[in-house]
């Protein structure tokens, strides 16, 4: 009997994905552009990086893959890559992050746990994963680069929203104590 399987990957995955919405959505459009350093993704082509990361996993999970040694990884980078190159409006950014985090959720969501507990043979001689773990890799890339965005909302003069959450909760204690 598993105590985290899929159910619980997939909601913790709507959870991540509903934070990162959030973060879209209250950073301005015009501000879409912004780079926070030379050479670095715009705020635009890190959500979109962010919205079709997973595809990655998905595809890898799909085909049942039991050794990652020769799969082509490349071509779904340089599709990824095309994808955050695509102009689109804060609109389009926000849609894509929600179509493509609950076409990852609700494929987690499907998996068994069976199917979860098979190990993965990565190239290099690194030592093999389980499904689970590969898949959970998609959500620490999200809450990596979602980490980047909240230090970009710090640039761009806007308090992030969980910060401000954490302290009407400290707020709301202290009025209490």
Known sequence: MSTYGAAQLAASFR?????????????????YGFESAPGVRTVAQLLVHI?????????INKAELTTLEGFDFMTLFMGNAAEEQTPRTKAEVVELLRTEGENFASFLGGLSDEFLAVEVGHPGGQPPKSRLEGLMGAKEHEMHHRGQLMLIERQLGIVPHLTLAMQARFAQMSAKA
């Not at 919205?51 to 595809?59: D, E, K, L, N, S």
């Open 51 to 59: 919205a079709v990361g997973p595809r990655i996993w998905q595809a």
């Open 15 to 31: 959870t991540v994905r509903k934070n990162t919405i959030q973060i879209a959505e209250d950073i301005p459009e015009d501000q």
